[in-house]
């Protein structure tokens, strides 16, 4: 069973300071990660996607990836109250052959508050 | 900005009753998904769709379960004899490539 484990929280860090969000995956041959926001009732959002090992940035957000330790994170820098939702990892896990049909496995998600 | 969209918002029906949630992705993608989420728990892949077939499905899209690209834009997940356990958000996503997903809205469907 090909696993992504996320902290479920909550996590809650007052406002302007980062909140530092986690994923480990279990199968070695995924090729695609990605970070959504999920509000309340809500459709998940696309945040970031990373591909290669190492970081990238977009805005407030950065994206860490360590394939070795099979390891993503996601920084907030700046946290603003606007922020407070639950932030789900998602894996395109591949396959042996090397296709993949874009099948996403989610972590169940952390939930994040940001208190003024 | 184009995004995906899904009719209707929210579903009632009976235990037992045929339902049809309708998608329509955004227009230059070519990769379909149906994804659900049942309250508390985590988004669950159902089925993807490319060029007018199932590309992979998961073990709970069942043979109560299809899907169809009726025409050039509609997306559509039919549920033939839904169950109390089928009570979930239903949401369809939509990509270029087999890569970025792009979710609609989502569909609530409650089984009584």
């Known amino acids: 069973q090909k696993e992504v484990e996320q902290n479920s929280g909550p996590l809650s860090v007052p406002e302007g300071a980062i909140a530092s969000l986690n994923c480990t995956y279990s199968?070695?041959?995924?090729?695609?990660f990605f970070w959504y926001r999920q509000y309340s009732g809500k459709s998940p959002e696309l945040i970031m996607s990373?591909?290669?090992?190492g970081d990238k940035e977009d805005g407030r957000f950065t994206a860490q990836l360590n394939k070795a330790s099979q390891y993503v994170s996601l920084l907030i820098r700046d946290s603003q109250p606007s922020d407070s939702a639950t932030y789900l990892c998602?894996?395109?896990?591949?396959?042996?052959?090397?296709?993949?049909?874009?099948?996403?496995?989610f972590g169940q998600g952390t939930i994040l508050t940001v208190h003024p | 900005e184009p995004e995906v969209t899904q009719t209707p918002s929210h579903q009632v029906t009976q235990m037992g009753q045929e339902v049809i949630l309708r998608c329509v992705p955004i227009s230059n993608h070519l990769y379909f998904y149906w994804y659900r989420q049942i309250l508390g728990q985590k988004v669950e892949f159902l089925v993807s769709?490319?060029?007018?077939?199932?590309?992979?499905k998961s073990e709970i899209f069942d043979d109560q379960f299809s899907v169809e690209r009726p025409d050039g834009s509609n997306f559509t997940l039919k549920i033939r004899s839904t169950k109390l356990e089928d009570s979930a958000m239903y949401f369809c996503a939509s990509s270029v490539g087999t890569d970025t997903q792009y979710f609609g809205p989502g569909t609530r469907l409650t089984v009584l």
């Open positions: 769709f490319y060029n007018n077939e199932i590309s992979e």
């Open positions: 199968d070695r041959v995924s090729q695609s």
């Open positions: 990373i591909y290669s090992n």
């Open positions: 998602a894996v395109n896990p591949g396959s042996a052959g090397g296709t993949s049909y874009g099948k996403l496995t």
